[in-house]
């Protein structure tokens, strides 16, 4: 760490602090929430998070390469003897996708057929204005048929053509009739009175022969349209049992049009009835399908049909609460839920530890070029300091055997700014250290981050913390701001590339100076006379 602190008083770069907008919050690159308030993306609102492809939950080459467990544990590392890249990715990718992945999508697919049993549950148990869309009492529900078709009929134009002067009466008559019928003794008193008033006709020897036509009669009239309004409440009632029958005692989506004869289907009764059995049956096939331990879904999800079977209120049973426990169905809601987080956070620690292990790896690496950097920048900066505790006093006796008045000042500002070292090092360290620095921070950042991203998975019971750790990690992955093996593998040769450079650098440039011919380049070289000469000249008074 000293030669991180060294390299960060030589070139301190500046360095801003990325910020993102997570559910109208801003979050800054550690993972704090800033306090601020900002604007989502216009689809973030109404959407939950919506994990990436190249995120962590995601088969593919950044999340299987990057973030694998496979490709550092299952396989021995990413670099072995003998080692085909191509086999090594395709291999880490798929023990990613089978022990990582895998456990989460079965606890994803359990929890997302959860949550459409529970809404298909609530469209059929209320989906039919508040009532049941199956039959509960044949007798009630086919009276209602029954009434909205005698409704139907007494108020269609079916009595238009019952003559004006006694169509109430006629009317009023068969309702009469009907309610008698269906909710009464089913006989009615006869309370005929003849007045001509009111346009009923007594019967008389004297108007018999006009009363013997049906449509004079009021009688044979009200005869006709009861068997006409009988013959429609029949055929109401058939058209509901053949529905009930298509649908295996389950009623269709439709219209809710008042007329049961102008009602339209939507959606068949066979299509409502066979859509709920399949989600019903859901679970248990799943259970049947089960190859490993991590398919095994949850015993209150795999126990959804046996417990509308064996509960005394039956399907409706699943939705109430018994001795103030949650009904069935959230408990279901609520263990399917449990699971998704609970794989979820094993993926997520999977990832991370994993990453923290890389994300070491690397910031050692980074470490040890940084060290290596400042080595190399010390023992230059020694080289020169040796070089001027020769050249001086060769100078200071070339100048009192020529008569020549030396500057002190000009001498201490040579030798002290170190202008030859640091010429070296502009040019051919300073690229570099900049670089490692970089490296350095970023790499100190991300490990900060994933040890915080550990925390908020791991200490915490909120389920929204959980998400925001696992939406934030998704992100870096698919960002790729975490390092890789691969990056280890790359920081590595580049570490014993710049090792080798420095070394190299320093032998060259020692030579150099105290070599060379060139007064320019061989600046420290005593034994040329030149280079004595020179600096008596740039000293002398």
Known sequence: MF???????????????????????????????????????????????DFKNEGIFGCNQVAGANASAGTMAAIGGVYVPVNDAAVTLNTGILVYKECVLRPLQDRLRESAMSALLKKQYIGVETGREGNKRYVVDIDDELLVVD???????????????????????????????????????????????????????????????????TSCNPFFEYIDKKDEMNAARAAAKANQMTMWDWGRGFYAVTDNAQDPFAEKILTPSSVVQE????????????????????????ALFAGV????????RGLSGL??????????????????????????????????????????????????????????????????????????????????????????????????????????????????????????????????????????????????????????????????ALHSQYDVVNATKQRDDIQSAMGNLFEDTKVAWADSLDPAVGWCNIQNPDVIKQWAERWKK
């Open 147 to 213: 009434d909205r078709a005698a409704l139907t009929y007494l108020t269609g134009p079916a009595l238009e053509t019952v003559h004006p002067s006694y169509r109430e009466q006629i009317k009023r008559a068969l309702a009469v009739n009907y309610r008698a019928e269906t909710r009464g003794t089913g006989k009615q008193d006869c309370d005929y009175v003849g007045d001509p008033t009111t346009g009923e006709q007594p019967f008389k020897l004297g108007n018999f022969e006009e009363l013997s036509d």
């Open 305 to 312: 049909t046996t417990q509308a079977l064996t509960d005394s």
């Open 275 to 298: 859509s709920y059995q399949q989600i019903l049956g859901s679970s248990v096939r799943q259970l049947e399908n089960s190859n490993d331990i991590g398919q095994m879904i949850g």
């Open 319 to 480: 939705s109430k609460s018994v001795a103030g426990r949650p009904s069935y169905l959230d408990q279901v809601a609520k263990e399917s839920s449990q699971g998704v987080i609970g794989a979820a956070v094993n993926a997520a620690l999977t990832i991370l530890n994993s990453a923290r292990q890389v994300e070491t790896n690397f910031l050692a690496i980074m470490n040890a070029i940084a060290k290596n950097l400042t080595e190399t920048i010390n023992q230059i900066r020694g080289i020169e300091k040796q070089c001027w505790s020769l050249v001086v006093p060769k100078v200071q006796e070339y100048a009192s055997q020529n008569n020549i008045t030396l500057e002190p000042a000009k001498i201490r500002t040579a030798t002290s700014s170190l202008a030859f070292s640091q010429q070296v090092i502009d040019s051919q360290i300073s690229p570099l250290a900049q670089a490692a620095l970089t490296n350095v921070q970023s790499s100190q950042r991300a490990l900060g981050l994933i040890d915080q991203l550990i925390a908020g998975v791991t200490n915490t019971n909120s389920v929204a913390a959980q998400r925001l750790a696992l939406q934030q990690l998704d992100s870096l992955v698919a960002q790729r």
């Open 3 to 49: 030669y991180v602190i060294v390299l960060l008083l030589f070139f301190a770069p500046v360095f801003t602090h990325a910020a993102t907008c997570v559910d109208g919050r801003v979050i800054d690159d550690a993972g704090n929430d800033t306090g601020q308030t900002c604007d989502p993306s216009p689809d973030s609102t109404s959407a939950p998070y």
